[in-house]
């Protein structure tokens, strides 16, 4: 009985030991974090699909989750504006924060850093996940990382890494193809969360229902982009599923424009349960938006 026991504990201790704990701010991230780290990680994410990712409520639960934890991936760039609250609290002096946008070419990178410019972005356009040809950088900064805590498992990471980003360039040459009638078409947006998206596929921003990055509607505002969608012909609003539909639906009754709702982040549709199955929801979803 006792050396069961013993076994039974040691086994537990074995397991526990053998997984690097890998908490990121994004469920996108997660998802990414576990095709690099495979059965060596255990992850867990804290903004949900539905939430907005700028503004995230601070909450005890969330220092919990950092408590124990040997990773914290972010986006960077100030996106996640609340994270070093929840890194003070967590009270983990072993813990790397780990910025993932090091290795990506930024968009939007103010000449100068300027309040009147909004509330957000102001070290330049932190929605680079969009972009799905950002993901490789980013599993860089992810294998490097892993790397640090587990030397020994470097070759698992890189050649994982290397197996998903093979599967991703199919995908991303088939999103190409399937967008390409589009390419050249004007869009509004409400936030500017699609600026990498639109870049990667030649679609046009040709402006946001938010007057500056994380300011509200403004019936002025919205007078002039009804006015622009009306002149230029823009088939469709995207809109984040966390933002209120009222601004954009005014604008796309007195347009003809059609309101498109589409995830930022993976984990709140069936349809989005991972990364690759978010960007193909998107990229579908759009195309037949444009396609009226
Ligand atoms: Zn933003």
């Known amino acids: 009985m006792k050396w069961v026991l013993a076994f039974i504990i040691l086994a537990m201790a074995g397991v526990s030991e053998a997984a690097i704990k890998v908490v990121t701010s994004l469920p996108d991230l997660a998802d990414l974090a576990r095709q690099v780290g495979g059965d060596k990680v255990s992850v ?50 072993s813990l790397t924060v780990v910025d993932l946008s090091q290795g990506v070419t930024k968009l939007e990178v103010p000449a ?8 957000v972005h ?8 969009l972009d799905p040809r950002n993901v490789r950088p980013m599993m860089d900064e992810i294998v490097s990382a892993l790397t640090k805590v587990s030397p ?9 890494a290397d197996a998903y980003l093979l599967r991703l360039g199919v995908k991303i040459q088939g999103w190409e193809a399937m967008m390409k009638p589009f390419a050249g078409q004007k869009i509004v947006t409400f936030h500017k969360s699609w600026s990498y998206f639109a ?20 019936p002025t505002h919205s007078a002039e982009l009804i006015a622009l969608v009306r002149s230029a012909g823009i088939k469709a609003i995207l809109v984040e599923p966390f933002y209120d539909l009222s601004a954009p639906e ?9 309101v498109t709702v589409l995830p930022t982040s993976s984990g709140g549709l069936d349809q989005t349960r991972d990364y690759i199955s978010l960007i193909d929801y998107d990229v579908a979803t759009l195309a037949s938006s444009l396609k009226q």
């Open 122 to 129: 102001r070290f330049g356009n932190p929605h680079y996940w």
């Open 199 to 218: 870049n990667w596929l030649g679609l046009d921003i040709a402006g946001e229902v938010e007057p500056k990055p994380g300011i509200a509607p403004s």
């Open 44 to 93: 867990d994410y804290i903004v949900r699909a539905d939430q907005n990712p700028h503004f995230v409520e601070v909450k005890p639960s969330y220092m919990m989750k950092l408590k124990s934890a040997d990773l914290f991936l972010t986006i960077g760039m100030e996106l996640e504006m609340w994270a070093p609250q929840i890194v003070d609290g967590s009270r983990n002096a």
């Open 152 to 160: 020994a498992d470097e070759k698992t990471f890189r050649a994982n």
């Open 250 to 258: 005014q604008i796309a009754r007195a347009t003809g424009a059609k």
């Open 112 to 119: 100068k850093v300027d309040a009147s410019q909004g509330d």
